[in-house]
């Protein structure tokens, strides 16, 4: 089954800087979205890009997507210990008896250090 | 403040016990999904909903049962089958129609075998 594969793993940068993640997949998408989980928290949802689009940016965040290399990428600039988190991407593998399936990645760890 | 609630946030289960985790949401959603999470890894799909009194399974339903008899609920049974039922689980919910929509998470139930 298509899913979103992260890169990297894990992340650890000083507060201020600026972090990347990325994500690939196998097939066709619909949309591509990104979510942020705190420890022992729910997702929550960041950015929606549809397959038609290649940029969208949301505050300090923005999210390409490239569908000839089947990858998109987080960044988060200007980063806070706020940010620390989980960040995962899911692709929509399509609307199934009527309800959007997603396809989750296995996440990026980020820390932000003081 | 539209929502939704997980309850109960600890559970704990006995050999050979069923039990129940609780999702209510409050936003007037037609679908409804529960994930199972692993640590370090992504969310995989158990079950999803469309409509009420309709459910589908997802990509590890065995051991699990759900029910919807009111659009705002979607329980999710663990039955004694699921052999390994430690996990993190979370609900879910989504518009549905039209396509694109994020998907609103709730904050969890951990699950631990006694």
């Known amino acids: 089954s298509q899913q979103g594969e992260e890169d990297p793993q894990a992340l650890s940068i000083q507060e201020g800087e600026n972090a990347t993640m990325n994500c690939s997949y196998k097939?066709?998408?619909?949309?591509l979205q990104w979510y942020r989980q705190n420890s022992g928290r729910g997702l929550v949802h960041l950015i929606l890009?549809?397959?038609?689009?290649r940029e969208k940016h949301s505050g300090r965040l923005r999210v390409t997507l490239d569908t000839s290399k089947k990858s998109s990428s987080l960044l988060i600039t200007a980063s806070r210990a706020a940010d620390t988190a989980s960040y995962f991407c899911?692709?929509?593998?399509?609307?199934?008896?009527?309800?959007?399936?997603?396809?989750f990645g296995q996440g990026t760890r980020l820390t932000i250090n003081p | 403040d539209g929502g939704i609630t997980q309850s109960p946030k600890y559970l704990f289960r006995k050999e050979g016990q069923n039990v129940t985790l609780s999702c209510e949401q409050n936003?007037?959603?037609?679908?409804m999904y529960w994930y199972r999470q692993d640590p370090g890894q992504g969310l995989r799909l158990i079950y999803y909903s469309q409509i009420v009194n309709d459910f589908q399974k997802g990509d590890i339903a065995e051991g699990y049962s759900v029910s919807r008899e009111k659009k705002e609920s979607f329980p999710l049974t663990v039955t004694s089958a699921q052999k390994n039922p430690t996990a993190f689980y979370l609900c879910?919910?989504?518009?549905?129609?039209?396509?694109?929509?994020?998907?609103?998470f709730g904050d969890g139930t951990r699950l631990s075998i006694l």
């Open positions: 899911a692709t929509d593998a399509g609307i199934i008896q009527g309800a959007q399936k997603l396809v």
């Open positions: 890009i549809r397959s038609n689009e």
């Open positions: 097939t066709s998408i619909n949309n």
């Open positions: 879910a919910s989504s518009i549905g129609q039209p396509r694109n929509q994020p998907q609103h």
């Open positions: 936003l007037n959603h037609d679908a």
